[in-house]
């Protein structure tokens, strides 16, 4: 049909214009990231070293389709939206305050979201970092923490370098190689102790999904943390030379273990050794067809929601509590309430039998291995995991 064809043209055009923007507005901000280490990209690296390295010494062939491109254009979108709220509350901020150092030949730059200060009632700084995800996590990634442990890190102990800069959205430096005081100095008129031990510094992270947000911190300068953080990155930053000049094969860097959701969205699995296996090419009609059907179902699922909850609602607004049906041609419909499911509260349960046992002078019996033996597991069951594999190109054409 034309309208989908015209639809499926303007989803094009939007992809295109958010690959272009990424990539520009990347640029712009955060300079050339295949001459330093960025703490996001060693956040990468613990998570997987093939692909952090991969993305380092290939950036030109990072392009992606509309579903990742909207995931990592919604944390700048997020960001813009904090950045107004806080400028709305006429806090003293600075985004994207850039440090750079370099640490045994290893380049090394920090680009802190969001840092605000104050004197009053005493000298203090806070760091906010603000992450996008699809369901908030019930603790932070080891990556995340790994990405703040080293901002907080660096602002402490460059803190009288001149290692600071901060770039307009233009990307030109407005304050450049300054020691963090000189800074405060400049951009908010704030007189910061010399020392920052004298300046009460932490380190937060604004976690965000589409309905809820959540608070991970108070990060705070750890000496051994730095250290390996540091560490990290001389290894990161040699294995891509190592790799670049032929000494290492990137086949035999780790990945990451067990099932991680950002596999089907990198750039380099169509050879990854995780996914080594048997070759059957016959199969691949085949899960295209079940992958698309899957799409299907889903967007169905998403219509079906949409029209039930419109019609609940027009019912709710019509009959009230009332409980009538609703004539409609050749078809009828009511909406009733439903009775919740009931659940076993495991834990209060747990509360109060370990308050009798302990009235009943019996201490020692185990109540949540008590629980546990009466607990039941259904059968195991068998899940298909379908990755689209994606073939990039070197600068000399090869493939990897």
Request: proline share 5%; hydrophobic share 35%; glycine share 6%.
């Amino acid at each position: 049909m034309e309208s989908d064809t015209r639809s499926q043209k303007l989803l094009e055009i939007i992809t295109h214009g958010l690959d272009l923007y990424a990539n520009r507005n990347t640029l712009t901000q955060l300079g050339n990231r295949e001459e330093y280490i960025g703490m996001s990209d060693l956040g990468s690296y613990m998570t997987c070293p093939r692909m952090a390295v991969l993305n380092k010494l290939h950036p030109q062939n990072t392009t992606y389709a509309l579903k990742p491109l909207l995931t990592m254009q919604r944390g700048h979108w997020f960001e813009d939206g904090i950045a107004d709220a806080l400028k709305t509350l006429e806090l003293p901020l600075v985004r994207q305050l850039e440090i750079a150092v370099t640490h045994n030949g290893t380049p090394i730059k920090a680009h802190l979201d969001f840092v605000l200060a104050s004197t009053h009632p005493r000298p203090t700084v806070r760091i906010l970092e603000v992450k996008s995800c699809q369901k908030l996590p019930d603790c932070l990634y080891a990556s995340y923490e790994t990405q703040v442990y080293g901002q907080v890190g660096l602002l402490t102990r460059y803190w009288k370098e001149p290692v600071f800069s901060v770039r307009e959205e233009t990307g030109q430096y407005s304050f450049q190689d300054m020691t963090f005081p000189e800074i405060a100095r400049n951009f908010w008129n704030l007189n910061l102790p010399y020392e920052w031990e004298g300046v009460d510094i932490e380190a937060w992270v604004l976690c965000l999904s589409m309905t809820d947000a959540k608070v991970f911190g108070p990060y705070v300068s750890d000496a051994g943390m730095m250290d390996a953080v540091l560490g990290k990155a001389e290894e990161f930053w040699s294995t891509i030379h190592q790799v670049k000049d032929g000494t290492l094969d990137a086949s035999s860097l780790k990945t990451t273990s067990g099932f991680n959701p950002l596999c089907e969205h990198c750039l380099w699995n169509a050879d990854c050794p995780k996914f080594k296996g048997n070759d059957h090419p016959e199969f691949s009609p085949e899960l295209e067809e079940l992958e698309t059907w899957k799409s299907e179902r889903a967007s169905l699922d998403g219509k079906i929601k949409t029209r039930e909850t419109s019609m609940k609602d027009w019912y709710a607004n019509i009959f009230g509590t009332q409980d009538g049906w609703v004539q409609a041609g050749h078809w009828r419909f009511k909406a009733s309430e439903i009775p919740g499911r009931r659940t076993l509260a495991k834990d209060s349960l747990a509360g109060e039998l370990i308050e009798l046992f302990h009235d009943g002078g019996m201490d020692d019996v185990d109540v949540p291995a008590l629980l546990a033996r009466h607990e039941k597991v259904s059968a195991p069951s068998t899940r298909l995991f379908i990755y689209k594999t994606r073939k990039q190109e070197k600068n000399d054409g090869l493939q990897v």
